[in-house]
C-alpha cells in the first residue's frame, strides 16, 4: 500500500508560534507537495520540491516556507501562525511518470 | 495561471440514481485529467483519468468523458451508493512542470 505519513492529524497553535507540519513517503518519489484546503476555495499549492534540497513556490506561499533535507520527507514550516493559516494541509507525492499523486489524510491546523 | 473549475458545489442524487459531476479546464496543453475522491477526514484519493487524446474511459462504475472542443471533464458514476458521498475534485497536469492543478470540488450528497 502506498503510505503518506502526515505528522499530526489535528494541531491547535498559538498565534505567532511556529509550526513544522512533517510529511513522510516511502514510495522513493522524487516530487513532494504541500497544499491547503479551505471551503470553495479547493487545493491551492503553497510549495513543492522535485528533489532533495530544491524547492519552487507554488500559488501562495506567502507566510510558508520548506524543507527538504531526505527524498522521502518534506516539511511545511508557517514561521510565525496567524490565524488566516487556520486550514486543512495536504502533502502529496508524485513518481513524475505515474499519473496521479498520492496523498496523505491531511492536518487539520488551528490557529488561536 | 491554471484555472480547474467546477459547475456546481454541491449535488444531491437518489441512491441507485446516476450521478454527473462536471468540470471546467482552462488549458489546452494538458496532457491527463484526473478525478480523485475525498471522504471526510481523509486525503483525496485517485478514482479515474484520462489522457487528452482520449475522449471516454471507463472505470468500475465509473466513467469520465472529456471534450477538448469546450475544455470540459465529467465523471459519471453509476447507481450511486451512499458511499460514494464525498467531495470529488477534478485535477488536470500540464504535459510539462511538475505541477497538479485541482478544481474546487463538488460535495457529492446521496439520499438513502
Known amino acids: 500500500d502506498v503510505k503518506v505519513t502526515q505528522s499530526s492529524r489535528y494541531l491547535v497553535k498559538r498565534t505567532g508560534e511556529k509550526v513544522f507540519l512533517e510529511c513522510v513517503q516511502d514510495m522513493d518519489h522524487e516530487n513532494m507537495f504541500w497544499y491547503r484546503q479551505d471551503p470553495g476555495l479547493g487545493l491551492r499549492l503553497i510549495y513543492f520540491?522535485?528533489?532533495?534540497?530544491?524547492?519552487e513556490k507554488g500559488d501562495i506561499p506567502e507566510g510558508y516556507s520548506v524543507s527538504r533535507e531526505k527524498k522521502e520527507r518534506f516539511s511545511l514550516i508557517l514561521e510565525s501562525a496567524s490565524t488566516n493559516q487556520t486550514s486543512m494541509y495536504l502533502c502529496a507525492h508524485w513518481s513524475g511518470t505515474d499519473t496521479e499523486a498520492f496523498f496523505g489524510q491531511g492536518t487539520r491546523l488551528t490557529v488561536v | 495561471g491554471e484555472s480547474v473549475g467546477l459547475h456546481l458545489p454541491t449535488l444531491s442524487v437518489q441512491e441507485g440514481d446516476n450521478s454527473i459531476i462536471n468540470c471546467a479546464y482552462s488549458?489546452?496543453?494538458?496532457?491527463?485529467f484526473i478525478w480523485y475522491k475525498q471522504e471526510s477526514g481523509k486525503g483525496p484519493q485517485f478514482i479515474i483519468d484520462i489522457r487528452s487524446n482520449m475522449d471516454k474511459r471507463q472505470g468500475q462504475r465509473v466513467t469520465v468523458l472529456l471534450n477538448k472542443t469546450v475544455k470540459h471533464l465529467s465523471l459519471q458514476i453509476a447507481a450511486t451508493q451512499p458511499g460514494d458521498s464525498a467531495v470529488y475534485f477534478c485535477a488536470e497536469r500540464p504535459n510539462t512542470g511538475n505541477q497538479f492543478y485541482f478544481g474546487t470540488g463538488t460535495s457529492l450528497t446521496v439520499i438513502p
Open positions: 488549458n489546452s496543453a494538458s496532457d491527463y
Open positions: 520540491s522535485y528533489d532533495v534540497k530544491m524547492k
